[in-house]
């Protein structure tokens, strides 16, 4: 099973690509310093690995 981790967006998405916003967008972040929990599969990890400069990425 998937480890469970705890993303933070740290960084506006205002003045980045459509493409980077869609990915914050799908992951569920959608404020700055709000904390999603998700878990750690190979889509979300791909993702996350799109968009490292802007988020904040925890294990649980």
Known sequence: ???PIQVKLVRS???RPQKHRKILQG????RLH?????YATPTILGALRKV???VDVKEI
């Open 34 to 38: 709000r904390p999603v929990n998700l």
């Open 1 to 3: 099973m998937a480890q």
């Open 13 to 15: 998405p205002i003045g």
């Open 27 to 30: 992951l569920g972040l959608t």
């Open 52 to 54: 490292v400069h802007l």
